[in-house]
């Protein structure tokens, strides 16, 4: 993964710690995840037999999952019958030279995408780019986000970051655009509809002049070769019908056996990432368009991506982290999250799941402090429709990162706890020198951040212990 | 009845008052609390850091610690569900596993077991206050606290706008990421005090530790107390431990 940005997930305390301060990052953040929170609330309370769903969704991905390569095989099958030519990309290097070969092979100029976390993964912008093609972001989040020169902060919604002011302010410096009256300069408070219209007339012209259109993949069907997207502004369906050739890019977990898995996958998905029963577009795609249709692209393609997924399929704990379809809702409840958004993780993926795919999928040396960025809350397993258990993930990447080494304090503190009278030594001696902790931030090997800590927060004081106060108690008790 | 009673390594030295108000109400209602010895860490700090030996030793000497058939009684969540934990750390069909099974199925978090004594919920304790309630993401979603206290006679229990939110403690996470945990201590502390309460009460003592932390750097008069220490004032009238109650 590349970013457009200086963010990295090896500095991610940094970034985080700075991100807090962010007062109106934290405001944005703030509203954007509660209005999300608040309409998936309400969908799910009206969702009868919500659990019975949840379980048959969670089902259908365990299904994927557990018969993965022969899907697989039967997907490349169905897909290629149907017309589709179908493309295995070992890394996210081979799967830019797969598109970018692609691209040049129809002498694409003009290239329109509909909203895909992979393509970010494989940072295929910047190849297509690289080739002198003219790229284009078509979902609005994204493409506020590609003015902005700045990587996507959400799963779902790429620029949940930026508030209603900032895109007016973008727009007016990068569209040069007027108003809608053509008169006067677009003003902050320009309405979202206002604003929404202007990029659509930008994004119009695109469209039409697209050689080559690139998306995601929500859940590819073994069954039938057919790709389904899932979205709400309609770009992801110009972008597949638009342009003569399109290109689908997915990761190798995404498929599903059966349309009948694809149902029961598509009947939570919206639901749980929106708060809709079903989002405005879901597009079937099977194939190019056949004589005699009308529309449709001439040439289609299919890139299955493993870029290291197949590795973590052999971990009997974190293949559950593959379970996952994307609905963003971890990230909406994590407190974390909330706090400092999404460009502090450093990494594509952000927040609860964000953290154990980033650290499944980078380097782990660049990796260490990502699991440990979680207070272990839990809020993300309550809300994963798919019953996917991050803490207990959370917790198998400490041990990866620990690597059995534990650190000078964590040693000390074990060697202590198996050794009561040392214990009671050490807190004793303690409670006589610095009853009220006043020397604990200078204490050497424990982490950095306990002053900090002490700053904002009245330590606890050292006092005598409960069981000398109880043994008392119940001696002068006995002798009454 | 009688029950073994495990104390968190906090409760022990930093607010050994929570401990003695546990016992305090577990008496009164009519149970034999024993205090086994050698008790230090559950082995929550090694398991969370990501040392798993260094967990599954201190697990081994929890075992021997709180042998035997009785209740392991534990006035905090986190520490209740590491004890729960143990099982995850040993080899399925070792006799430490099955040890650790069986110590895990007699492990109970303080309100929930007092929910199960004779006369629950109503003990006839009475305190007039308002009391604001951290639910505390730690007891894992469990309503105990709030069934316990809401039977308290007089005491009006309030919650925040997002009780079940974590206050940011995390433990190691705090010390990590201080910035991170402050604006969400600060967050939990602005919806708790929107209550306007007298007393704040919550069933885990490190989220205690945490928010009335919090609240005496900036200044705040609200009184923090365990569930225990609010139950044994409403029983008793007064608190154990020397601790008064103006």
Known sequence: MVLTSTFTPRNFREQSEKACHDATLRAVLDHATRYFMGKRGVALEAFADRDTHFARARAARLTALSRLPDLLEQLEQRATAAGTKVHWAHDAAQAREIVAGIARGCGAKVVVKGKSMVTEEIALNPALEADGIEVWETDLGEFIVQLAEEPPSHIIAPCIHKSRADVAALFREKLGLAGLSGQEDLEDSASIPELTLLARRALREKFLAADLGVTGVNIAVAETGSVILVENEGNIRMSTTCPPVHVAIMSLEKVAASLEDAADILRVLPRSATGQKMSSYVSVLTGPRRSGELDGARETHLVILDNGRSEILADAVLREALLCFRCGACLNSCPVYQTIGGHAYGSVYSGPIGTLLSSLLLPAKDTRDLPFGCTLCGACKKTCPLGIDHPKLMLRLRERVCAGSPGLASAAHTFLALHPLAYRLVMGAARAVDPHLNLLPRLPGLPSGLASFVDSRQPPELKKPFTAQLRNARKKRGGA | ?246
């Open chain 2, 1 to 246: 009845m009688r029950i073994k009673l495990m104390i968190p390594c906090l409760v022990e030295d930093c607010l050994p008052e929570i401990g003695l108000a546990v016992v305090s109400v577990l008496e009164r209602l009519g149970c034999g609390v024993g205090h086994p010895k050698g008790q230090t860490c559950c082995g929550q700090m090694a398991f969370k850091t990501g040392d798993a030996a260094g967990a599954r030793a201190q697990a081994l000497r929890s075992l021997d610690v709180f042998a035997g058939p009785e209740p392991v009684v534990c006035p905090s969540g986190s520490c209740a569900k590491m004890l729960r934990t143990y099982p995850q750390l040993f080899e399925p069909g070792t006799p430490d596993h099955a040890r650790a099974l069986a110590l895990a199925g007699r492990v109970v978090e303080f309100c929930e077991f007092v929910l199960t004594l004779p006369g629950a919920p109503d003990f006839g304790a009475r305190l007039t206050a308002r009391a604001a309630l951290h639910r505390s993401c730690q007891l894992d979603g469990s309503d105990a606290p709030q069934r316990l206290l809401a039977a308290v006679h007089g005491l009006t229990l309030l919650e925040p706008e997002r009780p079940e939110r974590c206050c940011g403690f995390g433990g190691l996470f705090s010390l990590q990421f201080p910035a991170v945990s402050e604006s969400l201590v600060e967050d939990k502390a602005r919806e708790l005090l929107a209550l306007n309460p007298d007393i704040l009460v919550s069933a885990e003592p490190s989220c205690l530790m945490n928010i009335s932390g919090y609240l005496s750097r900036s200044g705040s008069p609200v009184r923090t107390l365990h569930a225990a220490q609010l139950l044994d004032l409403a029983l008793n009238g007064a608190l154990t431990g020397g601790v008064s109650w103006s």
